[in-house]
Every structure is written in C-alpha cells, then in structure tokens.
C-alpha cells in the first residue's frame, strides 16, 4: 500500500516562505502527474500546482509567480517552495499523485500564514 507523506506545513508570517515535501512510502510507477491542492476551511479544495510527467507545470492563477513546484522522480518525491505567503494562502495542503490506474492522496499539512 503506497503511502503519500507530507512535511513542511506550519505557522509563518505574511511574506515570509515555506517548503512543503510530499514523498511515497514506495515507488509509485505510471505517473502521470503529481500536484499539489489545498483547502481552506468552508471552502471547497483547489488545485495549487500541478506537474505533469513529460510537460510543463501548471499553477493556479493565485499562485503564479510566487509558488514553484518541483519533483524528484528517482524519489518519488514533490516539492512546493512557497514564496510571499499571504493570509489568504491559510489552508490544509494535499499533495496527489495521478497514475494510470488511481489516484494516490497525502494526509494533508496545515499551513498557517498570520497577517
């Protein structure tokens, strides 16, 4: 059973960075594409950041220019480096990975941005 472990969430204040890492328990073969949603609370989840195998990376129009995801492939693993946090950026973030055949999901890793 393939695990999705996140880490880096916490409480930063607004303009300050964060890094969030997601990385599977085993290899996870067939990716299509691994990401990065969140969800604030009342609201529904939204995708922050995507990166597909073989394309190019896709953000949330919220996002852009101050988010960046990464992926180490070798690893399995995702990164989210967050830049210029805002309070609007408060939200419990999911790292997925999408394969040929299901969707694979993380815990979640609360991020907490004070004004």
């Known amino acids: 059973q393939v695990q999705l472990v996140e880490s880096g969430g916490g409480l930063v204040q607004a303009g300050g960075s964060l890094r969030l890492s997601c990385a599977a328990s085993?290899?996870?073969?067939?990716?299509?594409?691994m990401g990065w949603y969140r969800q604030a609370p009342g609201k529904q989840r939204e995708l922050v950041a995507t990166?597909?195998?073989?394309?190019?990376?896709n953000y949330a129009q919220s996002v852009k220019g101050r988010f960046t995801i990464s992926r180490d492939n070798a690893k399995n693993t995702v990164y989210l480096q967050m830049n210029s946090l805002k309070p609007e950026d408060t939200a419990v973030y999911y790292c997925?990975?999408?394969?040929?055949?299901?969707?694979?999901w993380g815990q979640g890793t609360q991020v907490t941005v004070s004004s």
């Open positions: 997925a990975v999408n394969t040929f055949t299901r969707d694979y």
């Open positions: 990166s597909p195998s073989g394309g190019n990376n």
């Open positions: 085993r290899p996870i073969y067939g990716i299509k594409a």
